[in-house]
């Protein structure tokens, strides 16, 4: 199925950009135009767009809150806990003065492919910690795709916020027979 050719715009222009791919734990301020792209099932990617700098920031989180986890995780883990991964995000746009208030803020992930609708699915509690950390912090969320039973691969463009989600179903394994 090819996208009408509203939804491709500004696409269409970004094949000569770099690429990055994030996996789990990983993250970052883009201050160059990238296309981040990632593949979320019960984890959780927020991104953040400055459109006066034309920056972006993406991250790829596995677990809710550092907190919850303080005696084993590492410094160099601060982008695998949702929590951690938003204020070291914020704290990187505030090295520029970017604030809060200026940023565009969209949120996805948090599925139950499992088919474990229930409010203590992992998914469910990414983005309950997304959610309440975005609040406390000040920013407000723009736009968001979350929850429910399919994984999202999305494709983030930094210099422009655009975001390009593509859903699909976790099917079982047929040889292992899960």
């Excluded at 500004?10 to 734990?25: A, K």
């Excluded at 990632?38 to 991250?59: D, K, P, Q």
């Excluded at 139950?112 to 699915?121: I, K, V």
Aim: hydrophobic share 35%; proline share 4%.
């Amino acid at each position: 199925m090819s996208l009408p050719p509203k939804d491709l715009e500004g696409v269409e222009d970004c094949r000569d950009m770099p690429h990055e791919y994030l996996l789990v734990g990983q993250g970052g301020v883009y201050k160059t135009p990238t296309v981040v792209q990632t593949v979320l099932g019960s984890c959780v990617s927020v991104t953040m767009y400055c459109a006066r700098y034309r920056w972006g920031g993406i991250f790829h989180a596995l677990l809710p809150r550092i907190g919850d986890f303080s005696k084993t995780s590492a410094p160099d883990e601060r982008f695998r806990y949702v929590d951690s991964s938003i204020k070291e995000l914020l704290r990187e746009f505030a090295k520029a003065g970017i604030y809060p208030d200026s940023l565009e803020c969209k949120v996805f992930g948090g599925a139950s492919p499992l088919h474990q609708n229930c409010d203590a699915s992992a998914g469910r509690r990414n983005v309950d910690a997304a959610m309440e950390t975005l609040e406390r912090e000040g920013v407000s969320v723009s736009a968001s795709s979350v929850g429910g039973n399919v994984g999202r691969k999305l494709f983030f463009r930094t210099d422009t916020g655009l975001v390009l989600q593509k859903r699909f179903q976790v099917k079982a394994c047929k040889e292992c027979g899960r």
